[in-house]
């Protein structure tokens, strides 16, 4: 399940010739966003993202017209529309008696953001505390003075990677928000590559008030860790309840996401820095934050560590965070070759271990 | 660029962080990093200090470091509580005061207040670095055994400058004032760095570091002709915004071939100045650091100072 002609399928495609594995059918995102689908029979089913294609994202928003390039528009009609379509295909998997190796249920915890929250916090997965979601920025700011909070995430409840997050400061009569959103004339938002700080409150209540109206998640600021000048954390992929790849990111603005312009860090040096029952205990974390999704084969973790690195807090699990081109596993694998190796005994439902 | 790291040695001492899960070193082995936690409070923290305090040989402790006192941003730094334990803390030479990352709370958020209390409760200090000049300030003082002296700011106020101009420091070698931008209130003039300049009462001065500074090219045009520079070994005018203008008039004024380091990393010279001002002093011996070079024109017609947020 990909759009046929996105890298992800191509790297998959490359990894299955190499691991002896029989691609069956490749169904287009489109199809299934549209309507129904047949999978074939008996077939294990790797469901991958539906993004970077403006014709899927049109047809799960339900909308007449495409997205112009980069505008943050109808995330929770794209929920709704992703909701549907992965209903439809758990029902496909079903007549063709098909495994889904994403179940439709872990994905859509995973792209609501305030459930997604809850369920690692129930399961004792260190997350940093989070507000109930705020209606605007007056009710925002009215929760943070309520709890006491000066610096927080606002995250849309459906976004995925920094699309939409604010790191959003207040104290001593000032505010600040340090974000990728561009605010358009007319009130637009776009997601840009550049991340920008605002300091006009106005633009700021704005920006949120038009990101609330498609539902927020709002966390306490954790602060994280620098290593050679840079904030970083990490994206660790876990693979059949094993952390198999990690990969540091490293940022010079709180956002890390690597598509901001920022640079993978040196794993070795961090895990110098951090103390290896640190860094251990981390990967850990991670395997008990993926194993909150025992169907799904594989799951993306970005965990935090604090200044200090004795402390850490997982900031946000992806469905579709396995996309990690030249990073490897200790067998030297890499994330598309180790899941279909892990298919060989992966039984949904597994015991974590690192 | 923001500050996003720790320091990782201080007083030419590692850094061991308080409390830990690692062994607890030698109390004089390491410089002591008290930190709380994100969601500290100053009562938790004044809890932690008094902690330390009775757990580690404080005797023995010779350097401290005050990271984040919880919701730095809007509580003032614990300078009473530092001040008071002085003489639990016989040894103490070296004190850094807000050691925090942008993460933590950015540098022109963190709450300082009177400095003056910490030096007068320490007449033994050596070393006091200060992170942070939201509601600092300084009464001039008499130390006789100060040998560096350091305000991070993303905007230092022109009164703290002035005080620490009036400040008997006979024996500071290090003094390094980050300046900022008036934005964040830094308002410090170059008439407010004029005692300073004149160095009548910092004679053993051999570090100046005028850095991180929106008014690096008056800055420098002062130094051009100021006193002091006869007796440094290192100027250093980095983190600022630093324009040809200002490097002209730093090469038509006197001479700076005496200097073992002139660092101006983070500039704003085009490549003819800076390779000029390679050429000129590098040949005379002087270690030249023109590194990170920006675009002359800046950013939007902004030209931004390393360190602000």
Same mark, same amino acid.
Request: proline share 5%; with cysteine.
């Given at each position: 399940?990909?759009?046929?002609?996105?890298?992800?399928?191509?790297?998959?495609?490359?990894?299955?010739?190499?691991?002896?594995?029989?691609?069956?059918?490749?169904?287009?995102?489109?199809?299934?966003?549209?309507?129904?689908?047949?999978?074939?029979?008996?077939?294990?089913?790797?469901?991958?993202?539906?993004?970077?294609?403006?014709?899927?994202?049109?047809?799960?928003?339900?909308?007449?017209?495409?997205?112009?390039?980069?505008?943050?528009?109808?995330?929770?009609?794209?929920?709704?529309?992703?909701?549907?379509?992965?209903?439809?295909?758990?029902?496909?998997?079903?007549?063709?008696?098909?495994?889904?190796?994403?179940?439709?249920?872990?994905?859509?915890?995973?792209?609501?953001?305030?459930?997604?929250?809850?369920?690692?916090?129930?399961?004792?997965?260190?997350?940093?505390?989070?507000?109930?979601?705020?209606?605007?920025?007056?009710?925002?700011?009215?929760?943070?003075?309520?709890?006491?909070?000066?610096?927080?995430?606002?995250?849309?409840?459906?976004?995925?990677?920094?699309?939409?997050?604010?790191?959003?400061?207040?104290?001593?009569?000032?505010?600040?928000?340090?974000?990728?959103?561009?605010?358009?004339?007319?009130?637009?938002?776009?997601?840009?590559?550049?991340?920008?700080?605002?300091?006009?409150?106005?633009?700021?209540?704005?920006?949120?008030?038009?990101?609330?109206?498609?539902?927020?998640?709002?966390?306490?600021?954790?602060?994280?860790?620098?290593?050679?000048?840079?904030?970083?954390?990490?994206?660790?992929?876990?693979?059949?309840?094993?952390?198999?790849?990690?990969?540091?990111?490293?940022?010079?603005?709180?956002?890390?996401?690597?598509?901001?312009?920022?640079?993978?860090?040196?794993?070795?040096?961090?895990?110098?820095?951090?103390?290896?029952?640190?860094?251990?205990?981390?990967?850990?974390?991670?395997?008990?934050?993926?194993?909150?999704?025992?169907?799904?084969?594989?799951?993306?973790?970005?965990?935090?560590?604090?200044?200090? %690195?004795?402390?850490?807090?997982?900031?946000?699990?992806?469905?579709?965070?396995?996309?990690?081109?030249?990073?490897?596993?200790?067998?030297?694998?890499?994330?598309?070759?180790?899941?279909?190796?892990?298919?060989?005994?992966?039984?949904?439902?597994?015991?974590?271990?690192? | 660029?923001?500050?996003?790291?720790?320091?990782?040695?201080?007083?030419?001492?590692?850094?061991?962080?308080?409390?830990?899960?690692?062994?607890?070193?030698?109390?004089?082995?390491?410089? %002591?990093?008290?930190?709380?936690?994100?969601?500290?409070?100053?009562?938790?923290?004044?809890?932690?200090?008094?902690?330390?305090?009775?757990?580690?040989?404080?005797?023995?402790?010779?350097?401290?470091?005050?990271?984040? %006192?919880?919701?730095?941003?809007?509580?003032?730094?614990?300078?009473?509580?530092?001040?008071?334990?002085?003489?639990?803390?016989?040894?103490?030479?070296?004190?850094?005061?807000?050691?925090?990352?942008?993460?933590?709370?950015?540098?022109? %958020?963190?709450?300082?207040?009177?400095?003056?209390?910490?030096?007068?409760?320490?007449?033994?200090?050596?070393?006091?670095?200060?992170?942070?000049?939201?509601?600092?300030?300084?009464?001039?003082?008499?130390?006789?055994?100060?040998?560096?002296?350091?305000?991070?700011?993303?905007?230092?106020?022109?009164?703290?400058?002035?005080?620490?101009?009036?400040?008997?420091?006979?024996?500071?070698?290090?003094?390094?004032?980050?300046?900022?931008?008036?934005?964040?209130?830094?308002?410090?003039?170059?008439?407010?760095?004029?005692?300073?300049?004149?160095?009548?009462?910092?004679?053993?001065?051999?570090?100046?570091?005028?850095?991180?500074?929106?008014?690096?090219?008056?800055?420098?045009?002062?130094?051009?002709?100021?006193?002091?520079?006869?007796?440094?070994?290192?100027?250093?005018?980095?983190?600022?915004?630093?324009?040809?203008?200002?490097?002209?008039?730093?090469?038509?004024?006197?001479?700076?071939?005496?200097?073992?380091?002139?660092?101006?990393?983070?500039?704003?010279?085009?490549?003819?100045?800076?390779?000029?001002?390679?050429?000129?002093?590098?040949?005379?011996?002087?270690?030249?650091?023109?590194?990170?070079?920006?675009?002359?024109?800046?950013?939007?017609?902004?030209?931004?100072?390393?360190?602000?947020?």
């Amino acid at each position: 399940m990909g759009n046929p002609d996105n890298r992800r399928v191509a790297f998959l495609r490359a990894a299955a010739a190499r691991t002896g594995v029989l691609v069956r059918q490749v169904v287009p995102w489109r199809e299934l966003a549209a309507g129904t689908v047949t999978l074939a029979r008996r077939t294990l089913v790797r469901v991958d993202s539906p993004g970077e294609d403006a014709e899927v994202d049109r047809l799960l928003r339900g909308a007449t017209a495409p997205a112009r390039h980069g505008e943050i528009v109808g995330l929770r009609a794209w929920y709704r529309g992703l909701r549907a379509a992965l209903t439809r295909l758990a029902e496909a998997a079903d007549r063709a008696d098909a495994l889904l190796l994403s179940p439709p249920d872990d994905v859509l915890i995973m792209f609501d953001k305030g459930a997604c929250h809850a369920h690692l916090a129930a399961a004792g997965v260190p997350v940093p505390p989070a507000l109930p979601a705020p209606g605007g920025y007056a009710e925002l700011r009215a929760a943070m003075r309520a709890a006491g909070w000066a610096r927080v995430f606002v995250k849309p409840a459906h976004g995925s990677s920094a699309s939409g997050v604010l790191a959003l400061q207040v104290a001593q009569g000032r505010v600040r928000a340090t974000t990728p959103v561009e605010l358009a004339a007319g009130g637009a938002l776009y997601n840009s590559l550049r991340v920008r700080t605002y300091t006009d409150e106005r633009a700021i209540a704005s920006i949120v008030d038009r990101l609330a109206a498609d539902g927020l998640h709002v966390e306490r600021w954790f602060p994280k860790a620098g290593l050679a000048g840079r904030v970083v954390d990490l994206r660790v992929l876990v693979v059949a309840g094993r952390a198999t790849h990690v990969v540091v990111r490293s940022s010079r603005t709180p956002m890390t996401n690597l598509h901001l312009g920022n640079g993978r860090g040196d794993l070795a040096q961090l895990r110098t820095a951090a103390g290896e029952r640190a860094y251990r205990s981390a990967l850990d974390t991670a395997c008990q934050a993926a194993s909150c999704f025992p169907g799904s084969v594989q799951v993306a973790v970005d965990l935090m560590f604090g200044p200090g %690195w004795a402390r850490h807090a997982v900031a946000e699990v992806n469905a579709f965070g396995d996309l990690l081109p030249g990073v490897l596993s200790a067998q030297g694998r890499d994330t598309y070759t180790e899941q279909l190796v892990a298919l060989r005994t992966f039984a949904p439902g597994v015991a974590c271990a690192t | 660029m923001t500050i996003n790291e720790h320091v990782t040695v201080f007083a030419g001492l590692p850094v061991a962080a308080f409390p830990s899960d690692e062994p607890t070193p030698d109390a004089d082995a390491v410089a %002591w990093r008290i930190s709380g936690d994100w969601d500290t409070t100053i009562e938790e923290f004044g809890n932690l200090f008094e902690t330390f305090l009775s757990t580690v040989d404080a005797a023995a402790v010779r350097a401290l470091i005050i990271g984040d %006192w919880g919701n730095s941003y809007e509580t003032t730094a614990p300078i009473e509580l530092v001040a008071s334990a002085a003489s639990r803390l016989p040894r103490l030479r070296a004190l850094f005061l807000g050691e925090m990352t942008y993460e933590e709370c950015e540098i022109s %958020w963190i709450k300082q207040g009177d400095v003056t209390a910490v030096l007068d409760a320490y007449p033994d200090l050596e070393i006091f670095r200060v992170r942070g000049a939201e509601g600092l300030r300084l009464s001039p003082v008499r130390h006789g055994a100060l040998r560096e002296l350091a305000f991070e700011s993303g905007g230092l106020p022109g009164e703290v400058v002035r005080a620490v101009g009036e400040c008997d420091l006979p024996a500071l070698t290090h003094l390094e004032l980050w300046l900022g931008t008036d934005e964040y209130g830094g308002d410090a003039t170059v008439d407010d760095l004029a005692p300073i300049l004149a160095g009548t009462r910092l004679p053993a001065l051999t570090y100046l570091g005028i850095r991180d500074a929106e008014i690096s090219d008056q800055v420098a045009a002062a130094i051009a002709a100021a006193p002091v520079v006869a007796r440094l070994s290192t100027l250093d005018l980095s983190l600022g915004v630093l324009t040809d203008t200002g490097v002209i008039a730093l090469l038509g004024g006197q001479p700076l071939v005496h200097l073992q380091r002139l660092d101006v990393h983070h500039h704003f010279l085009s490549a003819e100045l800076a390779a000029r001002l390679t050429s000129e002093l590098g040949e005379a011996g002087v270690d030249v650091d023109v590194s990170d070079p920006q675009d002359p024109e800046g950013e939007d017609g902004h030209r931004y100072v390393a360190v602000a947020e």
